[in-house]
C-alpha cells in the first residue's frame, strides 16, 4: 500500500533513503517525506512523486546518518503536505511513518483532543504519533519504546511503523501487524523497508517481522519484543533479488518490460518442476499435505483482483481433470461470512505480495475453521509463504508495474500444473494425455515470444479506439476469466470503463450496449466453444460492433469476420490463458500510453493492497 524506508549507520542517510523510495514508489505516490536526525529532527515532505521531494530537500540544508522515509497511497485525508508522512507529535519528541489503517483513530483522537492535543492533518497517523508522545510525557520512567509499546497496545487496526524520538538520537523503533516490514543486517548499519527491493543492493541478511513484533535498532544492534513486552528470537533469512531487475533497461515502461519478460517467467515458473523425459511434475513445496489434498472432496481458491481471476482458471482446470469440486471466492467477501470449513477441506491462497490484507484474513480464518491451508505467491519470506502450512513459489520475479502481468501468467502456470498433478494422482488423467500436455507446457514460452512479435500491430488497433469510453470483453470457457482480466488491465490504466463477461451471457444485457462506438474485444481461439464464439462475434457485427478477436493463427473466418484480429499460435485449450492474455495486456498498454496515462503507476491504485 504505503511504502517505508529507514537507514541507522554511519553513512550520509539521505541518498539511501531517496533512492529506497523510488524503489518503493509502486507502492504509492500521491505524496512522500523523509525524516532525518542529526542533533535536531527535519522533516520534509511533498505532495506528488518522490522525484519532488528529492528537489525540494536538495534545495535545503539536510544531513544525517539516521531517517526514515515514506512514499503514500493515501487512506484518511486527501494527498496534500500536509498528510504526506513523516507526521510529528505535537510537542516535535516523535516523528513517525507508517503502513496500514488506524481503525480506532477517531476515539483516540478525541481523547487526545481532551488532553490539549492539536492536529496538523486529517490522517491517522499523526494520532499514533501524539498518542505515543502521550505516553511518553506521563512519566520519567517511560522510554521510547516503552511508550511505542503502550500506544499500540491502544490501537485497533493494521500498522507497519517506523519511529524517531528526538530525545533519544540514536534509535530507529519498528514494529508491524499486519502490514510488512523486513530490516536488513550490514556492517555495522542497519536497513528497515516495506519489502526488500530498496535494501537488497545493501544486504543479503533480513530478519521479517511477525505480527506485533517490535524491533529497537541501534548501532551496537537491535533488539525484538512484541507488544507485551516479551522477548522474541531473531531469525535471519537469506535475501535473494537481483537489483539488476529492479530496473527498466531498454523499456519505457516497466509494465512493457514485465509483458516481454513473460516468455521467461513461464519457464522459471515450470524449470525443475517437470522432469525432462515429461514423466511428472514435481511440486516440493506441496510434499508434506499432498496426501490431504489427495483426500479433499472440496477446494476453495480465495484471491483478490488478478489473484482472483488466476483462480478463476484454477476452478476450470482443476474440475476438468482433477474431478475436485472448487469454489473461488474473493477475499474480501470470504473474511466476512461464516464460511462452511472443516478439515477435509483445502484452501488455496493466491496473492503476487503475499502480503494482501484480506487474502491473509482469510488465511487465519481458513486455519482456525482446520482447512488445510496452500499458499501461492511470489514474495520469499512474505507473510503468506511463513504462515501457510505449504505453497508453491511462482517465480516471476518482482514486479513493478501496478498492473500485474506476469505475476497472473506465473500464477496460472502453478494452477495449471497442480492441477495436472493432482488429475494425473487421481487417475483421472491418462499418462499418455497427462505427457502430452506437460511437453506442451514446456513450448509455451516459444509461443510467448511469438505473440510479442505482434506488438507493433497491437499498437495500430490501439490507435483506433483509444477514444473510446466504454469496452466490452467477452470470452468463454477457461477463457472468460481472461476476458475479465482483460478489462481489469483496460480500466487499470487507460481509465476507461470496460466490463467482461462470458460470451453467452451477453444477450441477457449487455448486447443492449452494442452500437458501433463500442469496441468488443472476443478472445476466440479455436476450442471445443468455437462455433457458439463465432456466433457471439456475429451477433455484434450484426448491430454494427467493432469486433478485436483473439484468434488461433491461420483463422482466415474470423480474421474476415472481424474488424481486427490478433493471432496467436495454436495450442491446446488448456494453455490458450497463458497466450491469449498477453496481447490483451499490449492492448491496455498501448491505449493507455496514448491517452496519455501513467501506465506504471496509474491513479487512484497501489501495487500492494495491505489495507482494507
Given at each position: 500500500?504505503?511504502?517505508?524506508?529507514?537507514?541507522?549507520?554511519?553513512?550520509?542517510?539521505?541518498?539511501?533513503?531517496?533512492?529506497?523510495?523510488?524503489?518503493?514508489?509502486?507502492?504509492?505516490?500521491?505524496?512522500?517525506?523523509?525524516?532525518?536526525?542529526?542533533?535536531?529532527?527535519?522533516?520534509?515532505?511533498?505532495?506528488?512523486?518522490?522525484?519532488?521531494?528529492?528537489?525540494?530537500?536538495?534545495?535545503?540544508?539536510?544531513?544525517?546518518?539516521?531517517?526514515?522515509?515514506?512514499?503514500?497511497?493515501?487512506?484518511?485525508?486527501?494527498?496534500?503536505?500536509?498528510?504526506?508522512?513523516?507526521?510529528?507529535?505535537?510537542?516535535?519528541?516523535?516523528?513517525?511513518?507508517?503502513?496500514?489503517?488506524?481503525?480506532?483513530?477517531?476515539?483516540?483522537?478525541?481523547?487526545?483532543?481532551?488532553?490539549?492535543?492539536?492536529?496538523?492533518?486529517?490522517?491517522?497517523?499523526?494520532?499514533?504519533?501524539?498518542?505515543?508522545?502521550?505516553?511518553?510525557?506521563?512519566?520519567?520512567?517511560?522510554?521510547?519504546?516503552?511508550?511505542?509499546?503502550?500506544?499500540?497496545?491502544?490501537?485497533?487496526?493494521?500498522?507497519?511503523?517506523?519511529?524517531?524520538?528526538?530525545?533519544?538520537?540514536?534509535?530507529?523503533?519498528?514494529?508491524?501487524?499486519?502490514?510488512?516490514?523486513?530490516?536488513?543486517?550490514?556492517?555495522?548499519?542497519?536497513?528497515?523497508?516495506?519489502?526488500?527491493?530498496?535494501?537488497?543492493?545493501?544486504?543479503?541478511?533480513?530478519?521479517?517481522?511477525?505480527?506485533?513484533?517490535?524491533?529497537?535498532?541501534?548501532?551496537?544492534?537491535?533488539?525484538?519484543?512484541?507488544?507485551?513486552?516479551?522477548?522474541?528470537?531473531?531469525?535471519?533469512?537469506?535475501?535473494?533479488?537481483?537489483?539488476?531487475?529492479?530496473?527498466?533497461?531498454?523499456?519505457?515502461?516497466?509494465?512493457?518490460?514485465?509483458?516481454?519478460?513473460?516468455?521467461?517467467?513461464?519457464?522459471?515458473?515450470?524449470?525443475?518442476?517437470?522432469?525432462?523425459?515429461?514423466?511428472?511434475?514435481?511440486?516440493?513445496?506441496?510434499?508434506?499435505?499432498?496426501?490431504?489434498?489427495?483426500?479433499?472432496?472440496?477446494?476453495?481458491?480465495?484471491?483478490?483482483?488478478?489473484?482472483?481471476?488466476?483462480?478463476?482458471?484454477?476452478?476450470?482446470?482443476?474440475?476438468?481433470?482433477?474431478?475436485?469440486?472448487?469454489?473461488?471466492?474473493?477475499?474480501?467477501?470470504?473474511?466476512?461470512?461464516?464460511?462452511?470449513?472443516?478439515?477435509?477441506?483445502?484452501?488455496?491462497?493466491?496473492?503476487?505480495?503475499?502480503?494482501?490484507?484480506?487474502?491473509?484474513?482469510?488465511?487465519?480464518?481458513?486455519?482456525?475453521?482446520?482447512?488445510?491451508?496452500?499458499?501461492?505467491?511470489?514474495?520469499?519470506?512474505?507473510?503468506?509463504?511463513?504462515?501457510?502450512?505449504?505453497g508453491v513459489y511462482t517465480h516471476a520475479g518482482l514486479e513493478i508495474g501496478v498492473a500485474s502481468t506476469k505475476a497472473f501468467t506465473a500464477q496460472v502456470t502453478v494452477l495449471t500444473m497442480?492441477?495436472?498433478?493432482?488429475?494425473?494422482?487421481?487417475?483421472?488423467?491418462?499418462?499418455?494425455?497427462?505427457?502430452?500436455?506437460?511437453?506442451?507446457?514446456?513450448?509455451?514460452?516459444?509461443?510467448?515470444?511469438?505473440?510479442?512479435?505482434?506488438?507493433?500491430?497491437?499498437?495500430?488497433?490501439?490507435?483506433?479506439?483509444?477514444?473510446?469510453?466504454?469496452?466490452?470483453?467477452?470470452?468463454?470457457?477457461?477463457?472468460?476469466?481472461?476476458?475479465?482480466?482483460?478489462?481489469?488491465?483496460?480500466?487499470?490504466?487507460?481509465?476507461?470503463?470496460?466490463?467482461?463477461?462470458?460470451?453467452?451471457?451477453?444477450?441477457?444485457?449487455?448486447?443492449?450496449?452494442?452500437?458501433?462506438?463500442?469496441?468488443?474485444?472476443?478472445?476466440?481461439?479455436?476450442?471445443?466453444?468455437?462455433?457458439?464464439?463465432?456466433?457471439?462475434?456475429?451477433?455484434?457485427?450484426?448491430?454494427?460492433?467493432?469486433?478485436?478477436?483473439?484468434?488461433?493463427?491461420?483463422?482466415?473466418?474470423?480474421?474476415?469476420?472481424?474488424?481486427?484480429?490478433?493471432?496467436?499460435?495454436?495450442?491446446?485449450?488448456?494453455?490458450?490463458?497463458?497466450?491469449?492474455?498477453?496481447?490483451?495486456?499490449?492492448?491496455?498498454?498501448?491505449?493507455?500510453?496514448?491517452?496519455?496515462?501513467?501506465?506504471?503507476?496509474?491513479?487512484?491504485?497501489?501495487?500492494?493492497?495491505?489495507?482494507?
Amino acid at each position: 500500500m504505503c511504502g517505508i524506508v529507514g537507514y541507522l549507520g554511519e553513512k550520509d542517510a539521505f541518498p539511501i533513503l531517496i533512492n529506497g523510495l523510488k524503489r518503493l514508489e509502486y507502492r504509492g505516490y500521491d505524496s512522500s517525506g523523509i525524516a532525518l536526525l542529526n542533533g535536531t529532527l527535519d522533516v520534509f515532505k511533498k505532495k506528488g512523486k518522490v522525484a519532488e521531494l528529492e528537489n525540494f530537500v536538495l534545495g535545503q540544508k539536510y544531513g544525517g546518518n539516521i531517517g526514515i522515509g515514506h512514499t503514500r497511497w493515501a487512506t484518511h485525508g486527501e494527498p496534500s503536505d500536509e498528510n504526506a508522512h513523516p507526521h510529528n507529535s505535537m510537542n516535535g519528541i516523535f516523528t513517525v511513518v507508517h503502513n496500514g489503517i488506524i481503525e480506532n483513530y477517531s476515539s483516540l483522537k478525541e481523547d487526545l483532543v481532551k488532553q490539549s492535543y492539536v492536529f496538523q492533518s486529517e490522517t491517522d497517523t499523526e494520532v499514533l504519533a501524539n498518542l505515543i508522545e502521550f505516553f511518553y510525557e506521563q512519566d520519567s520512567e517511560i522510554n521510547a519504546e516503552s511508550a511505542v509499546q503502550l500506544a499500540l497496545s491502544k490501537v485497533v487496526g493494521a500498522y507497519g511503523i517506523a519511529v524517531l524520538c528526538k530525545n533519544e538520537k540514536n534509535k530507529i523503533i519498528a514494529a508491524r501487524k499486519g502490514s510488512p516490514l523486513v530490516i536488513g543486517i550490514g556492517n555495522g548499519e542497519y536497513y528497515i523497508a516495506s519489502d526488500a527491493s530498496p535494501i537488497a543492493e545493501f544486504t543479503s541478511q533480513v530478519v521479517y517481522l511477525n505480527d506485533e513484533d517490535i524491533a529497537i535498532i541501534q548501532k551496537d544492534g537491535f533488539t525484538l519484543k512484541n507488544v507485551r513486552n516479551n522477548p522474541v528470537s531473531l531469525k535471519l533469512s537469506n535475501l535473494d533479488l537481483d537489483v539488476g531487475k529492479l530496473d527498466k533497461g531498454e523499456f519505457e515502461h516497466f509494465m512493457l518490460k514485465e509483458i516481454y519478460e513473460q516468455p521467461k517467467t513461464i519457464e522459471e515458473t515450470f524449470r525443475g518442476r517437470l522432469k525432462s523425459d515429461y514423466s511428472e511434475i514435481v511440486l516440493g513445496g506441496l510434499l508434506n499435505v499432498f496426501p490431504k489434498v489427495l483426500e479433499a472432496q472440496r477446494i476453495i481458491i480465495i484471491g483478490c483482483g488478478t489473484s482472483w481471476h488466476a483462480a478463476l482458471i484454477g476452478e476450470y482446470l482443476i474440475e476438468e481433470y482433477a474431478q475436485v469440486s472448487v469454489e473461488v471466492e474473493y477475499a474480501s467477501e470470504f473474511r466476512y461470512r461464516k464460511p462452511v470449513l472443516g478439515k477435509n477441506d483445502v484452501v488455496i491462497l493466491i496473492s503476487q505480495s503475499g502480503e494482501t490484507a484480506d487474502t491473509l484474513a482469510a488465511l487465519h480464518l481458513a486455519k482456525e475453521k482446520g482447512a488445510t491451508v496452500i499458499g501461492i505467491c511470489n514474495v520469499v519470506g512474505s507473510t503468506l509463504a511463513r504462515e501457510t502450512e505449504a505453497g508453491v513459489y511462482t517465480h516471476a520475479g518482482l514486479e513493478i508495474g501496478v498492473a500485474s502481468t506476469k505475476a497472473f501468467t506465473a500464477q496460472v502456470t502453478v494452477l495449471t500444473m497442480f492441477a495436472l498433478k493432482l488429475a494425473r494422482a487421481k487417475e483421472t488423467i491418462e499418462l499418455d494425455e497427462y505427457q502430452a500436455l506437460l511437453q506442451e507446457l514446456s513450448t509455451i514460452p516459444e509461443k510467448g515470444r511469438i505473440i510479442l512479435q505482434n506488438n507493433e500491430k497491437i499498437k495500430l488497433i490501439a490507435e483506433k479506439y483509444k477514444d473510446v469510453i466504454n469496452a466490452l470483453y467477452l470470452g468463454r470457457g477457461i477463457l472468460f476469466p481472461v476476458a475479465l482480466e482483460g478489462a481489469l488491465k483496460l480500466k487499470e490504466i487507460s481509465y476507461i470503463h470496460a466490463e467482461g463477461y462470458a460470451a453467452g451471457e451477453m444477450k441477457h444485457g449487455p448486447i443492449a450496449l452494442v452500437d458501433d462506438n463500442l469496441p468488443v474485444i472476443v478472445v476466440a481461439p479455436r476450442d471445443e466453444y468455437y462455433e457458439k464464439i463465432v456466433s457471439n462475434i456475429q451477433e455484434v457485427k450484426a448491430r454494427k460492433g467493432n469486433v478485436i478477436a483473439i484468434v488461433t493463427e491461420g483463422d482466415k473466418r474470423l480474421i474476415e469476420l472481424a474488424n481486427d484480429c490478433i493471432e496467436i499460435p495454436n495450442s491446446h485449450p488448456v494453455f490458450a490463458p497463458l497466450l491469449a492474455v498477453i496481447p490483451l495486456q499490449l492492448l491496455a498498454y498501448h491505449i493507455a500510453l496514448l491517452r496519455g496515462c501513467d501506465v506504471d503507476q496509474p491513479r487512484n491504485l497501489a501495487k500492494s493492497v495491505t489495507v482494507e
